[in-house]
C-alpha cells in the first residue's frame, strides 16, 4: 500500500485539464511528490528512538489528508488552490511512503540481517507491484473514473496501515535455517499475483471488460495478498512448537559461600558508549557501524548519491512523464494506463530479480553490489533512447525497461548502503540515500524535460512564452521529448561510470564473507553464558 507515487500518470491528465497548469507545473508537481516519497530523513531520525508503530501510524494519517486534499481540489469540492498548496498536499500524501518504507522495510532489514537483499527485493517488488493493485481495484470500486484513483489511495492504505500496525516490530535477530525457504515461497505466491495482473492488464487492453469482472479480478488479487500470511503463521507455529519440545535447563547457580563471606558477582560490560561527532574524518572499514556523520562525509556515500542522483533520477522522469508521453505520440488514454500498469509490473520484477540475483552472486560469486548495480543503470538506457528516437511501439518497451530498471535499482541502492555502513543507524542512513531521487527527478524532470516540453509546445503553437504562461499546454510529436531524454541517456552513462568506482573502492570487502559477522554473533547469543570476574581476596 505504499506505492501511490507510482500511478501518478493516471490522474496527472486530471489534475492538469482540471487546474489550468501547463507542463512545467505539473513537473513541479511531480517532483514534490518524489522529494515527499524519497526524502524521509525526519521519519529515520525519529525512527531512531520511537517504535514502529509510531511511525505507521503517522504515515496512515498523512496519506489519508494529502490525498483526500486533492481529491477534493480536482473535483472542484473545494476552491481551486494554489500550486503551493498542491505542492503540499501532494508532498504530504507522498511523505507517508516515506513513514511507511522507514517503519516497515528498514524493521524487516534489522529482523533478517543475513537476508536483507532477498528482503528488501521482496518488500520493494510489492511495493513496485502496487500501482497494478492499485489499478484493479479502482476499476473495480468507480469504474473508468480515473479521479476516483485519488479518493482509493487517500483511504485504503490509510485502513491497511491501521489494521497492521502492531504486527512490524524489531525482533531478535536469530540464524534461522528455513528463513530463505519461507522468502521462496512468498516471492512464488508474489509471481503468481504478478501473473494475474499482467493477465488483466493485457485482457482489458484487448477487450472491455465489465465491472463485475473487475471486481472478480480484485476479488483474486486481495486473496494473493494475504495468502502470504498462511505460510508466516504456520512456520510461527512450527517454531513454537519446537521450542516448547526442548528440555528446560535451569539457570546456573552462584556457588555457595561460607556465611562470613560475602561475593559479588560482576558481569562484564565492554560496550563503553562514544560520541556521534568523534573522528568524523576518520571512519571505520567498510561493513562496520558508522555514525551519521561519517556515513555523510565518506568518499563511498558521495559516490552512491551522485550516481543515484541521475540513475534514479532519469528513470522517474520516464515513469512521471509516461502520460504525457503517450499522448505526444498520439496513444489513447487506455493505451496510457496499459503503459503505467506494465511498468507497475516490470517494477516488480526488476526488483524481485534484482534482490535474489544479487544476493546469490554476492554468496556464490563475491561479484561487488555496485557493479551490478552500474549494469542496472546501463541497462536502463535503451529505454531512454526508445523515448528520444520515437521508435513504433516504443512506450511498450520503454515501460518494461525503465520500470525493470528503476525496480532493480532500488533494492540494490538500499542493500549497498546497510553493506557499506552497517545497520546500527539505518534508519537514518536509507532516507539519505532516498534523498539523491528527488534531486534528480528535479534536474532531470522539471529543469530539462519540462522545460524542453513547454517550449517545444510554445514553438508549435507559434506564441511568445509570455502569451503562453498559465495555458494547458499540449506538445505533439516526437520532438516533445527527444532531447529531454538524449540528455538522460549521458546523464545515465555518466552514473554508471561513477557506480564502477564505487565498485572498485568496495571490491575488497566484497570480496570477504560479509554475512559472517551475523552469523557468529546469532550462534554466540545462542550459547552465551555470562563471564563473572571473581571478587578479590578478602571481600
Known amino acids: 500500500m505504499a506505492g501511490a507515487t507510482y500511478i501518478f500518470a493516471i490522474y496527472s491528465k486530471d489534475i492538469k485539464s482540471t487546474l489550468g497548469y501547463d507542463q512545467k507545473t505539473l513537473n513541479t508537481l511531480s517532483f514534490f511528490k518524489d522529494f515527499g516519497a524519497n526524502v524521509g530523513l525526519h521519519a529515520g531520525l525519529l525512527a531512531e528512538f520511537t517504535p514502529p508503530c509510531v511511525i505507521i501510524t503517522i504515515s496512515s494519517v498523512m496519506n489519508f489528508f494529502g490525498y483526500f486534499m486533492i481529491w477534493l481540489a480536482i473535483t472542484g469540492k473545494v476552491s481551486k488552490p494554489r500550486v503551493w498548496q498542491m505542492c503540499f498536499y501532494i508532498w504530504v500524501g507522498a511523505n507517508s511512503q516515506a513513514f511507511a518504507n522507514t517503519g516497515a522495510l528498514v524493521t524487516c532489514v534489522k529482523n533478517f540481517p543475513e537476508s536483507r537483499g532477498v528482503v528488501l527485493g521482496l518488500l520493494k517488488g510489492f511495493v513496485g507491484l502496487s500501482g497494478a493493485i492499485f489499478t484493479q481495484f479502482y476499476l473495480a470500486f468507480y469504474g473508468t473514473d480515473s479521479k476516483s484513483v485519488v479518493l482509493l489511495i487517500a483511504w485504503l492504505p490509510a485502513i491497511i496501515c491501521m489494521v497492521f500496525v502492531m504486527t512490524i516490530r524489531l525482533i531478535k535477530p536469530e540464524h534461522y535455517s528455513k528463513e530463505l525457504n519461507i522468502f521462496y515461497k512468498i516471492t512464488c505466491v508474489s509471481l503468481v499475483l504478478a501473473a494475474c495482473l499482467l493477465i488483466s492488464i493485457i485482457c482489458e487492453k484487448q477487450f472491455s471488460l465489465g465491472r463485475i469482472v473487475s471486481g472478480i479480478s480484485a476479488a483474486v488479487v486481495l486473496v494473493l495478498l494475504l495468502f502470504p500470511l498462511y505460510f508466516v503463521i504456520r512456520e510461527e507455529i512450527l517454531i513454537i512448537k519446537k521450542k516448547s519440545q526442548l528440555p528446560q535447563i535451569s539457570p546456573i547457580s552462584p556457588p555457595v559461600s561460607d556465611e562470613n563471606t560475602k561475593v559479588d558477582w560482576i558481569v562484564i560490560e565492554a560496550n563503553p558508549k562514544q560520541s556521534h561527532f568523534a573522528n568524523i574524518l576518520h571512519p571505520p572499514k567498510c561493513g ?53 500498469a506494465l511498468t507497475s509490473i516490470w517494477n516488480y520484477a526488476g526488483r524481485i530479480a534484482a534482490g535474489f540475483a544479487s544476493e546469490y552472486l554476492i554468496k556464490h560469486y563475491r561479484i561487488p553490489r555496485p557493479l551490478i548495480f552500474a549494469f542496472v543503470i546501463l ?43 552497517g545497520l546500527k543507524y539505518y ?11 528527488p534531486i534528480g527527478s528535479y534536474i532531470l524532470n522539471v529543469r530539462v524535460a519540462g522545460k524542453l516540453y513547454d517550449d517545444e509546445a510554445i514553438r508549435q503553437k507559434g506564441v511568445s512564452a509570455a502569451v503562453a504562461q498559465g495555458k494547458e499546454l499540449i506538445c505533439l510529436g516526437v520532438q516533445c521529448y527527444k532531447r529531454s531524454f538524449l540528455i538522460i541517456t549521458a546523464a545515465t552513462v555518466g552514473s554508471a561510470l561513477v557506480m564502477l568506482l564505487l565498485a572498485w573502492r568496495t571490491r575488497e570487502f566484497y570480496r570477504s564473507d560479509i554475512y559472517a559477522k551475523f552469523r557468529e554473533a546469532s ?9 563473572l570476574i571473581p571478587p578479590p581476596e578478602g571481600k
Open 288 to 340: 562496520e557501524d558508522f555514525t551519521i556523520l561519517q556515513a555523510i562525509c565518506s568518499i563511498d556515500m558521495i559516490l552512491l548519491f551522485v550516481a543515484t542522483i541521475f540513475a534514479l533520477g532519469g528513470t522517474l522522469t520516464a515513469n512521471d512523464n509516461m502520460g504525457q508521453i503517450g499522448e505526444s505520440l498520439g496513444y489513447s488514454q487506455k493505451s496510457i494506463a496499459t503503459f503505467v
Open 379 to 421: 541497462l536502463s538506457c535503451i529505454g531512454h533512447l526508445t523515448i528520444a528516437f520515437g521508435i513504433p511501439g516504443c512506450l511498450y518497451y520503454a515501460s518494461i525497461m525503465t520500470g525493470f530498471c528503476l525496480g532493480a535499482a532500488m533494492p540494490l541502492l538500499l542493500s549497498i548502503t546497510s553493506e557499506v555502513f
Open 427 to 437: 534508519s537514518t542512513l536509507y532516507n539519505i540515500c532516498n534523498c539523491a531521487s
Open 523 to 531: 550462534e554466540g547469543k545462542q550459547n552465551e553464558v555470562p563471564k
